[in-house]
Protein backbone atom coordinates (compact mmCIF):
# COMPACT_ATOMS: atom_id res chain seq x y z
CA UNK A 1 0.00 0.00 0.00
CA UNK A 2 1.23 3.46 -0.53
CA UNK A 3 2.39 6.23 2.43
CA UNK A 4 -0.15 7.22 4.94
CA UNK A 5 -1.66 10.66 4.67
CA UNK A 6 -1.12 13.75 7.54
CA UNK A 7 -4.41 12.24 8.66
CA UNK A 8 -4.04 8.98 9.24
CA UNK A 9 -5.65 7.90 6.19
CA UNK A 10 -3.66 5.35 3.67
CA UNK A 11 -5.15 4.49 -0.12
CA UNK A 12 -4.85 0.62 -0.38
CA UNK A 13 -5.09 -1.88 -3.25
CA UNK A 14 -8.00 -4.72 -2.87
CA UNK A 15 -6.93 -8.14 -4.86
CA UNK A 16 -9.67 -8.59 -6.94
CA UNK A 17 -8.30 -11.96 -8.31
CA UNK A 18 -7.04 -10.52 -11.58
CA UNK A 19 -3.84 -8.35 -12.63
CA UNK A 20 -5.49 -5.25 -11.93
CA UNK A 21 -6.68 -4.29 -8.34
CA UNK A 22 -9.33 -1.74 -7.08
CA UNK A 23 -8.05 1.30 -4.73
CA UNK A 24 -9.64 2.25 -1.56
CA UNK A 25 -8.89 5.11 0.88
CA UNK A 26 -9.16 3.37 4.44
CA UNK A 27 -7.68 3.80 8.13
CA UNK A 28 -6.02 1.08 7.78
CA UNK A 29 -5.80 -2.07 5.41
CA UNK A 30 -8.88 -3.84 5.22
CA UNK A 31 -7.02 -7.12 5.64
CA UNK A 32 -5.41 -6.21 9.04
CA UNK A 33 -9.10 -7.05 10.78
CA UNK A 34 -9.74 -5.13 14.23
CA UNK A 35 -11.32 -7.24 17.22
CA UNK A 36 -12.96 -4.49 18.52
CA UNK A 37 -14.57 -2.74 15.32
CA UNK A 38 -18.57 -2.66 15.50
CA UNK A 39 -19.33 -0.47 12.46
CA UNK A 40 -18.31 0.48 9.19
CA UNK A 41 -19.38 2.78 6.48
CA UNK A 42 -18.32 2.08 3.01
CA UNK A 43 -18.66 5.54 0.90
CA UNK A 44 -19.24 5.98 -2.92
CA UNK A 45 -18.04 9.04 -4.76
CA UNK A 46 -19.69 10.88 -7.26
CA UNK A 47 -18.80 10.86 -11.13
CA UNK A 48 -15.37 12.69 -10.86
CA UNK A 49 -14.80 11.59 -7.95
CA UNK A 50 -12.04 8.25 -6.88
CA UNK A 51 -8.46 10.28 -7.05
CA UNK A 52 -9.43 11.92 -3.32
CA UNK A 53 -10.77 10.38 0.01
CA UNK A 54 -14.21 10.73 -0.15
CA UNK A 55 -15.13 9.50 2.87
CA UNK A 56 -13.06 12.43 4.75
CA UNK A 57 -15.84 14.88 5.46
CA UNK A 58 -17.32 12.11 7.46
CA UNK A 59 -14.16 11.31 9.69
CA UNK A 60 -14.10 14.87 10.12
CA UNK A 61 -18.16 15.03 11.43
CA UNK A 62 -17.75 11.71 13.36
CA UNK A 63 -14.43 13.87 14.99
CA UNK A 64 -16.54 17.01 15.75
CA UNK A 65 -19.11 14.70 17.53
CA UNK A 66 -17.20 13.40 19.48
CA UNK A 67 -18.39 9.76 18.97
CA UNK A 68 -16.97 7.25 20.82
CA UNK A 69 -17.85 4.71 19.09
CA UNK A 70 -15.25 3.64 15.96
CA UNK A 71 -16.36 3.55 12.79
CA UNK A 72 -14.26 2.27 9.72
CA UNK A 73 -14.75 4.11 6.71
CA UNK A 74 -13.76 2.65 3.59
CA UNK A 75 -13.57 5.31 0.82
CA UNK A 76 -13.16 2.84 -2.84
CA UNK A 77 -12.14 4.45 -5.68
CA UNK A 78 -14.14 3.78 -9.40
CA UNK A 79 -11.76 5.41 -11.63
CA UNK A 80 -12.48 5.83 -15.02
CA UNK A 81 -10.25 6.85 -17.92
CA UNK A 82 -10.73 10.50 -17.15
CA UNK A 83 -10.39 10.39 -13.50
CA UNK A 84 -7.68 8.14 -12.77
CA UNK A 85 -3.74 9.19 -11.53
CA UNK A 86 -0.91 8.35 -13.94
CA UNK A 87 1.01 6.85 -11.87
CA UNK A 88 -2.01 4.43 -11.02
CA UNK A 89 -3.13 3.60 -14.97
CA UNK A 90 -1.00 0.39 -14.57
CA UNK A 91 -2.17 -1.38 -11.75
CA UNK A 92 -5.65 -0.23 -11.07
CA UNK A 93 -8.85 -1.51 -12.78
CA UNK A 94 -10.83 1.34 -14.95
CA UNK A 95 -14.31 1.56 -15.53
CA UNK A 96 -16.41 3.69 -18.10
CA UNK A 97 -19.08 5.44 -16.52
CA UNK A 98 -21.48 2.37 -16.08
CA UNK A 99 -19.97 1.50 -12.50
CA UNK A 100 -22.72 3.76 -11.63
CA UNK A 101 -25.02 0.33 -12.53
CA UNK A 102 -22.55 -2.40 -11.69
CA UNK A 103 -20.32 -2.44 -15.04
CA UNK A 104 -17.54 -4.17 -15.38
CA UNK A 105 -13.90 -2.98 -15.82
CA UNK A 106 -12.93 -1.96 -19.14
CA UNK A 107 -9.59 -3.45 -18.57
CA UNK A 108 -9.53 -6.25 -15.78
CA UNK A 109 -11.32 -10.07 -16.52
CA UNK A 110 -15.07 -8.62 -16.38
CA UNK A 111 -14.59 -7.64 -12.72
CA UNK A 112 -17.47 -5.22 -11.62
CA UNK A 113 -17.50 -2.48 -9.11
CA UNK A 114 -20.42 -4.49 -7.73
CA UNK A 115 -17.82 -6.96 -7.16
CA UNK A 116 -15.68 -5.10 -5.47
CA UNK A 117 -18.54 -4.00 -2.94
CA UNK A 118 -19.12 -7.88 -2.27
CA UNK A 119 -15.44 -8.37 -0.95
CA UNK A 120 -15.60 -5.57 1.30
CA UNK A 121 -19.16 -6.97 2.27
CA UNK A 122 -17.46 -10.28 2.55
CA UNK A 123 -14.15 -9.37 3.88
CA UNK A 124 -16.03 -6.97 6.81
CA UNK A 125 -18.57 -9.96 8.04
CA UNK A 126 -15.34 -12.54 8.39
CA UNK A 127 -15.57 -13.19 12.39
CA UNK A 128 -12.29 -14.28 12.34
CA UNK A 129 -11.32 -10.50 11.04
CA UNK A 130 -14.16 -8.58 12.63
CA UNK A 131 -15.30 -10.60 15.75
CA UNK A 132 -17.66 -7.67 17.02
CA UNK A 133 -19.19 -6.55 13.68
CA UNK A 134 -22.63 -5.06 13.85
CA UNK A 135 -23.51 -2.69 11.22
CA UNK A 136 -22.42 -1.99 7.59
CA UNK A 137 -23.21 0.79 6.21
CA UNK A 138 -23.35 1.76 2.18
CA UNK A 139 -23.74 5.11 1.50
CA UNK A 140 -23.43 6.78 -1.95
CA UNK A 141 -23.69 10.73 -3.20
CA UNK A 142 -24.57 11.76 -6.49
CA UNK A 143 -23.75 9.22 -9.35
CA UNK A 144 -22.50 7.29 -5.99
CA UNK A 145 -26.22 7.56 -4.94
CA UNK A 146 -26.71 5.78 -8.33
CA UNK A 147 -24.28 3.15 -7.49
CA UNK A 148 -26.08 2.53 -3.97
CA UNK A 149 -29.48 2.43 -5.31
CA UNK A 150 -29.01 0.18 -7.87
CA UNK A 151 -26.67 -2.63 -6.14
CA UNK A 152 -29.31 -2.71 -3.44
CA UNK A 153 -31.65 -4.57 -6.08
CA UNK A 154 -28.51 -6.88 -7.35
CA UNK A 155 -25.60 -6.46 -5.16
CA UNK A 156 -25.18 -10.06 -3.15
CA UNK A 157 -24.26 -8.05 -0.19
CA UNK A 158 -22.75 -11.66 1.55
CA UNK A 159 -22.90 -10.78 5.53
CA UNK A 160 -23.81 -12.56 8.46
CA UNK A 161 -27.53 -12.43 9.55
CA UNK A 162 -26.04 -10.96 12.90
CA UNK A 163 -24.88 -7.89 11.20
CA UNK A 164 -27.40 -4.82 10.03
CA UNK A 165 -27.05 -3.26 7.09
CA UNK A 166 -27.89 0.20 5.86
CA UNK A 167 -28.27 2.02 2.96
CA UNK A 168 -28.01 5.87 2.01
CA UNK A 169 -28.83 7.13 -1.37
CA UNK A 170 -27.74 10.77 -1.26
CA UNK A 171 -29.01 13.31 -4.77
CA UNK A 172 -29.02 10.57 -7.45
CA UNK A 173 -30.12 12.17 -10.50
CA UNK A 174 -31.96 9.31 -11.23
CA UNK A 175 -33.65 6.48 -9.37
CA UNK A 176 -34.39 3.18 -10.03
CA UNK A 177 -38.13 2.29 -10.18
CA UNK A 178 -38.77 -1.69 -11.08
CA UNK A 179 -41.81 -1.33 -12.38
CA UNK A 180 -44.20 1.04 -14.56
CA UNK A 181 -45.17 3.02 -11.58
CA UNK A 182 -43.66 6.77 -10.94
CA UNK A 183 -44.58 8.97 -7.92
CA UNK A 184 -46.08 12.12 -9.43
CA UNK A 185 -47.64 14.90 -7.76
CA UNK A 186 -47.81 12.59 -4.49
CA UNK A 187 -48.92 9.18 -5.54
CA UNK A 188 -47.46 6.30 -7.67
CA UNK A 189 -49.12 6.26 -11.05
CA UNK A 190 -48.82 4.72 -14.18
CA UNK A 191 -46.62 6.74 -17.14
CA UNK A 192 -46.22 6.34 -20.75
CA UNK A 193 -42.99 5.24 -21.36
CA UNK A 194 -40.41 7.99 -22.76
CA UNK A 195 -36.73 8.03 -24.29
CA UNK A 196 -35.24 7.96 -21.19
CA UNK A 197 -37.35 5.49 -18.47
CA UNK A 198 -36.36 1.80 -18.36
CA UNK A 199 -32.16 2.39 -19.47
CA UNK A 200 -29.93 1.03 -16.64
CA UNK A 201 -27.14 2.15 -17.84
CA UNK A 202 -28.66 5.90 -19.59
CA UNK A 203 -27.24 8.34 -16.93
CA UNK A 204 -23.41 7.09 -17.84
CA UNK A 205 -23.60 7.89 -21.26
Same mark, same amino acid.
Given at each position: ?38 ? $? /???? *? ?6 ? !???? &?????? +? ?23 N ?16 ? $? /???? *???N???? !???? &?????? +? ?9 L ?28 F ?38
Open positions: YEKMTKGGIGQFALNMGSTKAAYYFAEHNIMQGDPELQY $A /VIYI *HGANGGER !DAAG &RMRNEL +KRYKSKEKVYCIAPSFFTEGTCPAKQKSTLIWDGGWRGGSS $A /VNGN *HVSFDVI !DKFY &RILSNR +KLYPKMKRITAGFSAGGQCVNRYVAVGKMPVSPTIETVVVGNPSVYLYIDKLRFQNGKFRKVKSKANYNSWFLSSK
